[in-house]
């Protein structure tokens, strides 16, 4: 079955949020010390992330596009609207703020090599092992965050289930266009502009910065094409 690790994935990220948004007798200084704990995590993962570029231009080209495509839309906008219409059929968020936990949720869950890595591999070989390895760190991961962001981390889920199940599908078809030889180039430059905003996501929860995160979101796409545009015109910028 194609969609196997997408689908356990998905539903440790729901079962891990329903446990979490349970636990409403933690007293507040334990929340904001955890979140806060959380948070730093978040950054060291973004670092590490972000570290995995092999060329620090597609980053920066990525984000500088990404960043201008994201506010000429208001992305930031139609996601905190969509977070208040959710907002008034499922009641509010421990902060009332759904949008910051689905964005928040969808960011740490989707972005990053396993996701990708995991999908083609179920796609690919039927092999789920590094989907379902994924589906434990996610399920703990939303335990954490639904405590302190809310039920809002549990529809992020959707998007791992679109953005993985969608690669798994046309897993075949996304390595006829992308050689082997890209692929672990095509990965990385991913990770790394993903890392970027992993660590926006990090600092916003210390309440260091309020970086409007979700209009950086279209990053992700421009790497993508940048880095195929780049190999097939076989352009260097070294």
């Given at each position: 079955m194609v969609l196997l690790g997408t689908i356990v994935n998905t539903l440790a990220i729901i079962l891990g949020s329903i446990l979490g948004n349970m636990l409403t007798r933690i007293?507040?200084?334990?929340?904001q010390t955890v979140t806060q704990g959380m948070a730093l995590v978040i950054v060291l993962l973004g670092i590490q992330m972000g570290l995995k570029t092999e060329n620090s231009l597609y980053v920066i080209g990525s984000l500088v596009l990404g960043g201008i495509i994201g506010e000429l839309f208001d992305l930031e906008r139609l996601l905190n609207r969509f977070g208040y219409f959710l907002e008034k059929r499922v009641g509010t968020g421990k902060d009332g703020n759904i949008a910051k936990a689905f964005v928040t949720g969808t960011l740490v869950f989707v972005v990053g090599a396993m996701s990708i890595v995991g999908a083609l591999d179920s796609g690919l070989r039927g092999d789920h092992s590094v989907l379902f390895t994924k589906a434990v760190l996610d399920g703990f991961l939303a335990l954490i965050f639904?405590?302190?962001?809310?039920?809002?981390?549990?529809?992020?889920a959707?998007?791992?289930?679109?953005y993985e199940g969608i690669i798994a599908i046309f897993a075949k078809y996304i390595a006829m266009v992308i050689p082997h030889p890209l692929m672990g180039h095509f990965i990385n430059e991913i990770t790394a502009t993903g890392g970027i905003l992993i660590i926006a996501i990090g600092l916003n929860l210390l309440n260091i910065t309020k970086i409007r995160t979700a209009n950086l979101l279209p990053s992700i796409v421009v790497c993508a094409l940048i880095v195929l545009i780049i190999y097939y015109w076989n352009i260097s910028f070294t």
């Open positions: 007293p507040e200084k334990i929340k639904s405590t302190t962001l809310g039920i809002g981390v549990i529809f992020s959707v998007s791992v289930f679109l």
